[in-house]
Nanobody
Framework: QDQLVESGGGSVKAGDSLRLTCTAS??????MAWFRQAPGKDREFVGG????????YYGDSMKGRFTISRNHGAPVVWLQMNSLEPEDTAVYYC?????????????????WGQGTQVTVSS
């Protein structure tokens, strides 16, 4: 069974850091990514990483504070989030697919985790 499981969410204060983990099982996913969705907003691309872990992509508002990483071919992807702001409050979802290049669009992924809540207070 193909499955993605996120962990590492929680409640923190502005300026703190969090590290999210997504563990995949079942098939081999070449592209893995993180999206987030705040109440009343569309799902937003946070970052994506390819099979080797060398090619990473980020949403514009995440550059510089967030880092997505993956060991070569491993079924685990991390999202290191630094200098968190209240605007980062959202449910963070792991997404994966068998495409070679991670998509920045939610529709580019067939497999999704259940999400993990991140709440940042001021």
């Amino acid at each position: 069974q193909d499955q993605l499981v996120e962990s590492g969410g929680g409640s923190v204060k502005a300026g703190d850091s969090l590290r999210l983990t997504c563990t995949a099982s079942g098939r081999t996913f070449s592209s893995m990514a993180w999206f987030r969705q705040a109440p009343g907003k569309d799902r937003e691309f946070v970052g994506g990483v390819g099979w080797s872990g060398e090619n990473t992509y980020y949403g514009d508002s995440m550059k510089g504070r967030f880092t997505i990483s993956r060991n070569h071919g491993a079924p685990v992807v991390w999202l290191q989030m630094n200098s968190l702001e209240p605007e980062d409050t959202a449910v963070y979802y792991c997404a994966a697919d068998t495409t070679m290049i991670p998509s920045a669009v939610a529709g580019g992924y067939r497999y999704w985790g259940q999400g993990t809540q991140v709440t940042v207070s001021s």
